[in-house]
């Protein structure tokens, strides 16, 4: 009972500290230099990372110089420089760099990774392409600067025994070094639900620490001395790994631990999770809202809560029931939170997890005994680590042997907060009904009033209730839709692009188009990430405009990633005679990816119970030329509210398009990024659009949309909409009225 105040104590400091943090918001609004712009700035670094292709400094105690020479001196916030020329600089080393400055990147769409708010919990304001690197200070070689070298020389190690993709992984697993592990082996520890092998968390801590503690103990020293030493060890691992959150919790938790035993106290799991939390919520608040926090905290509480519920619940049962326990536990307390930061699940993780974790000691223990031995002695060191080397292989096939099951990975979409709070509220019902039961069975057991064939009877009944408040509390989360609206079109920022995506409320799912040339992999990062925040599992339509990279190079990733993302039911390109190469290719690439290739002709649509999309461009007789002027256009059709959807269509395309088309539009898509040879008097005063929506990159450089359009636009009374202003434009409509909104 001494425990409880203390506990409880803890949790109503950290709901203070989040009800501060939710009220004051963002308290980072100015960054400390603005973008794109050459400045120079002294600094103190902080940490030090190495690439193959950079080094990346992180440098705080900023002296920024301003143009009018004017100092300012920033004492929390910190800067991250790129250097490509590996300038010998030490952790502690006072720098002066010069070079071009940038903001992070903000989530320009639904779904998408906003950088900037994930530095802004780091207090870390922008970043810098360093041109000129200068010492101004050189410090001494400091605890950092050791560890620095020694995870740099491990990882080295790793990969001069294991390769490159193994080393990289094991490098990770042990070191937190993250920088040169293989993206595609990342993604497929991410897909398959073990992901966290890859985090130093409390995986990692327990078996090292309690493994040095137990080793010590055994030797005869005494609580106090092993305590003392496994906790300085633990703490220089720690600090060399990175220090992350999960691992903060997991050494305060150890540290909690050992405590107890040196004092000959209980350890009390719950007290000393609620006390490790407020240590690192009074550190960082913003911690609070981070997935990173939430994770490593919830795991922790899962088993806390309702592993001993789930454990009784199989009781009597086989054994493999009761080892699924403690992961059950952890896949329910957390599923809300994978779903609302990464909008899906593994559905086998469950499973997975129970074959891969059992080896992790293994790993980690051969992984610290090979290290330490290759330093005396390469060989006999390689050897050691390359059985880590053959288990890693083995968590690699499995990884894609659960991937090829039914559903391995199911989309969920980002619920709202909402019935997040109900979903918890329901399993904390549960948990409590639970515990009560326990407790007056084990009261009842002390009596000696406990009859089996009651305790079956009454169990039994238990486990149905159990279930249907959980299955209850899951609908909530997964099928409850309150208020859909007929149509929703969603004009992405895809950057230098074009990107829509169109749904229904009775489920037609449409792409038309999908692409960019300056934003990277826009389909993985953007266009991917964006569908499955809103649940979509897979596309029915693709549209493809024209054979042009900015509209569909992200649709080809989207196909190559099926295994992982989303399915594509039907790829529509226009008709045959107007495709040029790269068409012709998308279709062979579409057809080995088992997608079905359709060619739509002027006239024929697409139909569902809300709307209609139907090709009014290219017609039959077209004379233009394949490639813009021949771009698919389609109208959208709900109630009486219509969308016209141009592509790029220009020139004698958009000549055509106005004899043959009249209808006035509620909403354009103006034609091929607002540039100066579509979108002509004429064709505006045949459809007589309310709103245009313009999609093109920021600063690009073709100078989209161009400022004679704009002025075409604004004479015709329409209102204009940008992708540059507003990131992603979502157009609803709703009882046959339609409304704009912008994502920014």
Excluded at 53 to 71: A, H
């Amino acid at each position: 009972m001494r425990k409880k105040p203390l506990c409880l104590l803890c949790i109503f400091f950290l709901l203070l500290r989040l009800a501060a943090t939710l009220i004051m918001g963002k308290t980072m609004d100015n960054p400390a230099f603005p973008s794109s712009t050459t400045i120079q700035i002294e600094g103190t670094v902080l940490q030090k990372s190495i690439t193959s292709k950079q080094q990346i400094l992180t440098i705080g105690n900023l002296e920024k110089q301003s143009r009018q020479k004017k100092k300012q001196y920033i004492e929390k916030e910190k800067i991250v420089i790129y250097d490509d020329s590996f300038r010998k600089v030490k952790i502690g080393d006072r720098i002066c760099v010069k070079g071009d400055g940038e903001t992070f990147e903000e989530a320009r769409n639904p779904g998408n990774f906003d950088q900037r708010e994930y530095y802004r919990k780091k207090h870390t304001t922008g970043f810098l392409w360093a041109k000129e690197i200068l010492v101004t200070e050189r410090a001494k070689v400091s605890l950092e600067e050791m560890l620095f070298r020694m995870r740099q020389r491990s990882r080295e190690v790793f990969e001069h025994c294991l390769g490159k993709k193994n080393g990289g992984i094991l490098a990770a697993m042990v070191l937190g070094e993250k920088a040169g592990m293989d993206p595609e082996v990342k993604e497929l520890y991410q897909k398959s639900g073990i992901s966290h092998l890859l985090a130093i968390s409390g995986l990692h801590i327990s078996l090292i620490g309690n493994a040095f503690y137990q080793w010590l103990r055994k030797g005869g020293c005494s609580f106090c001395i092993a305590g003392i030493t496994s906790a300085v060890v633990l703490g220089g691992y720690a600090c060399m790994t990175g220090m992350s959150v999960s691992t903060q919790r997991a050494f305060f938790m150890f540290l909690l631990r050992i405590g107890a035993d040196a004092a000959g106290r209980v350890y009390d799991l719950p007290t000393a999770l609620a006390v490790a939390a407020a240590w690192i919520a009074a550190e960082n608040p913003d911690d609070l809202t981070d997935a990173a926090f939430l994770l490593s905290f919830g795991a922790i509480l899962g088993i806390v809560l309702l592993c001993p519920i789930f454990q009784e619940i199989f009781a009597g049962k086989k054994k493999w029931l009761q080892t699924l326990s403690g992961s059950l536990a952890i896949t329910v307390m957390l599923h809300p939170i994978l779903s609302f930061f990464y909008y899906e699940i593994s559905l086998y993780a469950i499973f997975l997890n129970l074959l891969v974790i059992p080896l992790m000691s293994w790993i980690l223990g051969t992984a610290i005994i090979g290290l330490f031995l290759a330093v005396l002695w390469m060989p006999g060191g390689s050897l050691v680590l390359k059985s880590s080397g053959f288990l890693l292989e083995g968590y690699e096939l499995l990884c894609r042997m659960f991937l090829r099951l039914p559903n391995a990975v199911v989309v969920t979409g980002k619920p709202e907060i909402w019935k997040i709070v109900i979903y918890y509220c329901l399993l904390f019902a549960f948990v409590m009904w639970w515990r009560r039961k326990i407790i007056e069975k084990k009261m009842e057991e002390k009596k000696g009033k406990w009859k089996k064939e009651v305790q079956n009877r009454v169990w039994n009944w238990k486990q149905k209730v159990g279930s249907v408040l959980w299955i209850t509390g899951l609908a909530l989360i997964l099928i409850i839709e309150i208020g859909k609206e007929e149509l929703e079109v969603t004009f992405l920022d895809v950057g230098q692009g074009d990107g829509i995506f169109l749904q229904t409320d009775t489920g037609l799912t449409c792409m038309i188009d999908g692409g960019s040339t300056d934003i990277k992999q826009v389909g993985k990062y953007r266009i991917e990430p964006f569908l499955k925040s809103k649940g979509v599992r897979k596309l029915d339509y693709v549209f493809v405009t024209h054979g042009d990279q900015d509209h569909l190079n992200g649709i080809v990733e989207l196909m190559e990633r099926q295994a992982y993302g989303i399915s594509i039911d039907t790829l529509v390109l226009p008709r045959k005679d107007v495709w040029d190469d790269t068409l012709w290719q998308l279709a062979y690439r579409a057809d080995m990816q088992g997608v079905a290739v359709v060619a739509m002709h002027e006239g024929e649509s697409v139909e569902d119970a809300r709307i209609s999309i139907e090709c009014i461009h290219p017609a039959e007789n077209s004379e233009a030329d394949p490639g813009n002027a021949s771009s698919l256009v389609l109208k959208v059709t709900c109630q009486n509210v219509k969308l016209l959807l141009t592509g790029d269509v220009e020139g004698k395309g958009e000549e055509e398009l106005v004899d043959r088309f009249s209808e006035e539009i509620f909403l354009l898509k103006v034609a091929h990024h607002g540039s100066k040879n579509s979108t002509r008097e004429l064709f505006l005063e045949q459809v007589k659009p309310k709103y245009a929506i313009i999609s093109a990159g920021r600063n690009n450089s073709y100078g989209h949309p161009n400022q004679e359009t704009i002025q075409r636009l604004k004479q015709s009374g329409v209102k204009i909409y940008s992708t540059q202003d507003n990131g992603a434009i979502c157009f609803r409509i709703d009882d046959g009225k339609g409304y704009l909104s912008g994502w920014k």
